[in-house]
């Protein structure tokens, strides 16, 4: 209803009015999954994954309302958070990453959705530490990544993530880390898979962590696909990327 009013730019242009038509779409897909889980007025927190799209695009999503958005690959996104520099937005990391990009990271990035080894734990530390003397940074929010394969049919198509058993190392590991937040779980639904089972499998993991970490409540699930699943199963972060933004443009 409020599309054109929200762009700020007199005529929007046709991108902005598309963009608002697809959030609005989302928006009413998210608030009829909560209601059907019986979850209320409590809605998920929207990431919009902005990963191929040109900054001109977060730049519009901003005019709409949107302060969230995620990236998986920290050359794209830190020369996006530069470009974007003038408008409070908060960055979520949400792909593979290496740990010498973790430098890079704890400039931009609010929070990492895709922690899921020690070694990064100990780089995002040391990085948020010395960034945090540089700028005063917040605390960098880590989301523990769990591989919900079924490692009997994987079929090699890995998705990145943490084995379950690895978890509670993980979390002490994080929680015992001057600088970093420990936020909860994340995860990708299996490939060829129903999502239901495993965001089901995901909800369970969460509890065991909430039961040792009580603040550690956040559960990163739910993509373009499996959005009302993961909603059903307690997901508190969404990342929607293409039902939003439409197909991801070839790399250029
Ligand atoms: C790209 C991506 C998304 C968004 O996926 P869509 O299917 O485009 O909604 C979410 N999470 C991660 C980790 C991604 O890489």
Same mark, same amino acid.
């Given at each position: 209803m409020?599309?054109?009013?929200?762009?700020?730019?007199?005529?929007?242009?046709?991108?902005?009015?598309?963009?608002?038509?697809?959030?609005? $779409?989302?928006?009413?897909? !998210?608030?009829? $999954?909560?209601?059907?889980?019986?979850?209320g007025?409590?809605?998920?927190a929207?990431?919009?994954?902005?990963?191929?799209?040109?900054?001109?695009?977060?730049?519009?999503?901003?005019?709409?309302?949107?302060?969230?958005?995620?990236?998986?690959?920290?050359q794209?996104?830190?020369?996006?958070?530069?470009?974007?520099?003038?408008?409070?937005?908060?960055?979520?990391?949400?792909?593979?990453?290496?740990?010498?990009?973790?430098?890079?990271?704890?400039?931009?990035?609010?929070?990492?959705?895709?922690?899921?080894?020690?070694?990064?734990?100990?780089?995002?530390?040391?990085?948020?530490?010395?960034?945090?003397?540089?700028?005063?940074?917040?605390?960098?929010?880590?989301? !523990?990544q769990?591989?919900?394969?079924?490692?009997?049919?994987?079929?090699?198509?890995?998705?990145?993530?943490?084995?379950?058993?690895?978890?509670?190392?993980?979390?002490e590991?994080?929680?015992?880390?001057?600088?970093?937040?420990?936020?909860?779980?994340?995860?990708?639904a299996?490939?060829?898979?129903?999502?239901?089972?495993?965001?089901?499998k995901?909800a369970?993991?969460?509890?065991?962590?909430?039961?040792?970490?009580?603040?550690?409540?956040?559960?990163?699930?739910?993509?373009?696909?499996?959005?009302?699943?993961?909603?059903?199963?307690?997901a508190?972060?969404?990342?929607?990327?293409?039902?939003?933004?439409?197909?991801?443009?070839?790399?250029?």
């Amino acid at each position: 209803m409020t599309e054109l009013s929200a762009s700020g730019q007199g005529q929007a242009d046709a991108r902005t009015a598309e963009l608002a038509q697809r959030l609005a $779409a989302v928006r009413s897909r !998210i608030a009829s $999954a909560a209601v059907d889980a019986g979850r209320g007025g409590r809605l998920p927190a929207l990431i919009v994954v902005t990963k191929f799209h040109p900054a001109e695009d977060i730049r519009r999503l901003a005019s709409l309302g949107i302060r969230d958005v995620g990236e998986n690959r920290d050359q794209e996104a830190a020369a996006k958070a530069l470009e974007l520099a003038d408008l409070a937005l908060t960055w979520h990391f949400v792909g593979q990453l290496q740990t010498k990009k973790a430098k890079s990271v704890a400039r931009y990035a609010s929070a990492v959705h895709s922690v899921d080894r020690p070694q990064l734990v100990d780089a995002l530390a040391k990085a948020v530490r010395n960034e945090r003397e540089a700028s005063g940074r917040a605390p960098l929010d880590c989301f !523990i990544q769990v591989s919900l394969e079924d490692q009997k049919h994987d079929g090699g198509a890995h998705r990145g993530g943490a084995a379950p058993a690895e978890v509670p190392a993980l979390a002490e590991r994080i929680a015992g880390s001057e600088g970093l937040n420990l936020a909860g779980v994340m995860a990708v639904a299996p490939l060829g898979a129903p999502p239901e089972p495993a965001f089901e499998k995901l909800a369970g993991i969460s509890a065991g962590l909430v039961a040792a970490f009580p603040a550690a409540t956040a559960i990163s699930a739910g993509m373009s696909q499996d959005l009302e699943a993961a909603i059903k199963f307690g997901a508190t972060h969404l990342r929607i990327g293409s039902d939003i933004l439409g197909s991801r443009p070839a790399v250029g």
